[in-house]
């Protein structure tokens, strides 16, 4: 591994919370880590298969159906290549930059939050809004890998909990020499809204916060107005 510290160099963190791997959370490791395109593309031809078969057990004669031909390639590849592509790619490569007197909040929100939950196959939209702290003389993250983070976890089979802790621990990891981080998530659940109780409107709303975050009533208040600002 990389050593994340390095400033201007990247690190490569493919494994943040090994504890973490299999509760509640599909998470890549099961495969062995990043797959490359020739083991994507056999994963595809299988799961095409097996979704095949998926919808001749719901009756669904789909081999004759012009629409729905292609249609258990086209989910196959929906999975690997959108849906879970965090499964089977390597964790991102993070900038870090020296910083030398700011020791303010960096907050970034509204990012988008695209998963699915892990009970039911339906997608989970929403936000994710992320603030840290960081020390003066240490490192800062690039700000848009804030959002290859957020990308690469939540495109996967995921609980919303689950996946406010792992971004949350991935910045902590990260940037180890910040004086706390915050991750909040808000999202609807289409399992919510279109099966079982089909309440539409409602929203999930999940926090992780350490360090500043919770010991500084004012600095837990800022991280909030921000979020609303
Ligand atoms: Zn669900």
Not at 27 to 40: P, Q, R
Not at 74 to 82: E, L, S
Not at 198 to 206: D, E, P, W
Request: net charge negative; glycine share 8%; aromatic share 8%.
């Amino acid at each position: 591994m990389d050593n994340p510290k390095q400033h201007n160099e990247t690190a490569h963190i493919i494994d943040i919370n090994p504890e973490l791997r299999n509760i509640g959370f599909a998470d890549g490791v099961n495969i062995g880590g990043a797959l490359n395109d020739s083991e994507k593309k056999v994963m595809i031809e299988k799961a095409a298969v097996k979704f095949g078969e998926f919808l001749e057990a719901l009756g669904c004669d789909w081999q004759n159906d012009p629409n729905s031909k292609e249609t258990p390639q086209r989910v196959a590849k929906a999975y690997v290549n959108d849906l879970w592509a965090g499964r089977y790619n390597a964790f991102p490569k993070i900038t870090t930059f020296p910083n030398y007197e700011y020791d303010g909040i960096i907050f970034e929100g509204d990012i988008p939050v695209i998963s699915m939950c892990s009970h039911h196959h339906q997608t989970i939209m929403g936000k994710a809004h992320i603030a840290y702290i960081p020390q003066i003389n240490q490192e800062i993250i690039g700000l848009s890998k804030l959002n290859r983070i957020v990308e690469h976890y939540a495109r996967r089979g995921a609980i919303q909990e689950n996946l406010t802790v792992r971004i949350h621990d991935a910045i902590n990891k990260i940037v180890d020499s910040n004086k706390g981080v915050a991750v909040m998530i808000e999202a609807s659940h289409n399992c919510v809204q279109c099966r079982g109780i089909g309440h539409q409107g409602t929203s999930m709303k999940t926090s992780k916060l350490t360090g500043e975050f919770i010991d500084s009533n004012k600095t837990r208040n800022e991280f909030y107005e921000f979020i609303k600002s």
